[in-house]
């Protein structure tokens, strides 16, 4: 069974930091990984979609990679705002896309502080 | 462009009474999702859909059932609601194309007294 690891699972910086959230999955038979971000209150928004045979992919200052030999997904924020400030999850698709294998990480609750 | 919308976003129940939670996406979408989020409990899996007219169970079904009879929309039912059911809701929808991105509903926020 896939299973998926966020850490740290809360974190808070000074604004300005470049951070890097972690995510990692045990199964590396995946067809893709997505990045997710959730406000208090609100639904997911979806940040970053990599597919499997993709390293990294690129949304204006944030940055997520994939390494799937060794089963990481790493979602980079450069110069962090208080606006960034959220909840990050990541999402695991299975290799067969089967429809009902999603699995999702717990999630990272980061704050940037003015 | 709508995506996905979850009808009613707010509701209060009591023990006891039933209520549907409407999800539709015009995406033209084949999969559907309902889960659930809790605090210290992630998202869970209700119920999904592959297809207009199917249904499966996910990984926490018990109390719930859902129907797909038009493939844009899926719908959540609470036959007799149960404070345990106090959670707040969310649909997703995904294609079945190259990318598989989900895209999800803003939420139902549901109390049981």
């Known amino acids: 069974k896939q299973e998926v690891t966020q850490i740290p699972a809360a974190l808070s910086v000074p604004e300005g930091e470049n951070l890097v959230l972690n995510c990692s999955f045990t199964d590396s038979a995946i067809y893709n990984l997505q990045w997710f971000r959730q406000d208090p209150g609100k639904g997911l928004t979806s940040l970053l979609l990599i597919q499997s045979s993709q390293r990294e992919q690129t949304s204006g200052r944030l940055n997520a990679s994939l390494d799937k030999s060794s089963g990481r997904s790493t979602l980079y924020i450069a110069a962090s705002q208080p606006g960034d400030s959220a909840t990050y999850l990541c999402a695991v698709r299975p290799s067969d896309n089967a429809g009902n294998m999603l699995t999702f990480g717990g999630g990272t609750r980061l704050m940037v502080k003015p | 462009n709508a995506g996905v919308t979850q009808t009613p976003k707010f509701r209060v129940l009591k023990t006891g009474q039933s209520m549907t939670l409407l999800c539709a996406q015009d995406?033209?979408?084949?999969?559907m999702y309902w889960y659930r989020q809790d605090p210290g409990m992630g998202l869970r899996l209700i119920h999904y859909s592959v297809g207009e007219g199917t249904t499966a169970k996910g990984e926490v079904p018990d109390g719930y059932n859902v129907s797909r009879l038009k493939k844009q929309n899926f719908l959540l039912g609470l036959e007799s609601a149960a404070p345990s059911q106090t959670s707040v809701y969310f649909c997703?929808?995904?294609?079945?194309?190259?990318?598989?991105?989900?895209?999800f509903g803003e939420g139902s926020r549901l109390t049981v007294l």
């Open positions: 995406m033209n979408h084949e999969y």
């Open positions: 997703a929808s995904t294609d079945t194309g190259d990318t598989g991105e989900l895209f």
